[in-house]
């Protein structure tokens, strides 16, 4: 790859797209307990599942410092031009962070090609990103037709969630404890999606699992109606029987030409819990 791809760990990507887009990740930093962690260095996703129900309380994440984007960019080549496509701005420090130490490296490398992309996503919806940066790459899209297709791109990107329960947003303060209580007792479940703003808010809220589950996959028709050349990207946590039904009912419904499946990571899961599944498609 004459280019080279960056992104961190607001990402959740299958082990094939890393080797094949020779893709490198800076870890987001998670805390449980009085531990500190980086997955997918010192923390893998048994062992973070397994603290988590060790403990009554919420693991807390953070971004990566400046200075974990510079010493990365530094790492790579200094010929090599630098593609990064970071967590949602709306979700983290992990995009300042990034262009701050993009900054660092250009005071003393101002030669240096790095662009920092806001991808106002996460997990699965960074994947289908990474997905199409690879393959423009690979069809010999110049480092600044690559920018300005991804930036199209990040545009049309569509993030939608559905949770099968409240648990973890309820002990992280994200929603009321009776609140949650009584969406629990009503078997209320949460469609949400990724705002223009890249932030997460809630479309509906549907009563059962199954209701709610087909009008999770009647949302994606509002959003496309062409299929052939697209991709369906997911993520769950935990499910990946659940997370195989509905994406078999998903490619039943509407055509893609492709489609990636990958186990949640430690940043979104701590929030999704067990059942959470996330998808990303681009839109018409």
Known sequence: M??????DGGADLTSSLKEQYEVKMIPLHIQIGNEQYRPGVDLDLPDFFKKMEETDELPK???????????????????KPILMLSLSKGLSATYQNA????????????????????????????????????????????????????????EKTTTLFILKNLENLVKGGRIDRVKGAIAKTLNIKLLMNASKEGTIEVSEKVRGDK?????????????????????????????PE?????LTKIKEKYPFNDSMMVEMGPLIATY?????????FFKD
């Open 99 to 154: 262009v701050i130490g993009k900054q660092m490296l250009l005071e003393e490398e101002p030669n240096r090609q790095i662009e920092v992309l806001n991808t106002k996503t996460a997990t699965s919806g960074i994947a289908l990103l990474v997905k199409e940066a690879g393959e423009k790459i690979t069809e010999g899209l110049t480092f600044s037709e690559l920018v300005t297709h991804m930036k199209e791109k990040i």
């Open 272 to 280: 999704a819990a067990e059942g959470g599944i996330v998808i990303a």
């Open 242 to 246: 659940r997370a195989q039904s509905i």
């Open 61 to 79: 994440t953070s971004a990566p410092g400046p200075q974990a984007f510079y010493e990365a960019y530094k790492r790579i080549p200094a010929d």
């Open 211 to 239: 209701k709610s589950i087909r009008r999770f996959i009647e949302q994606i028709g509002e959003y496309a109606r062409h299929f052939e050349n697209k991709t369906i990207s997911m993520s769950h946590c935990r499910a």
């Open 2 to 7: 004459n280019i080279q791809i960056l992104t």
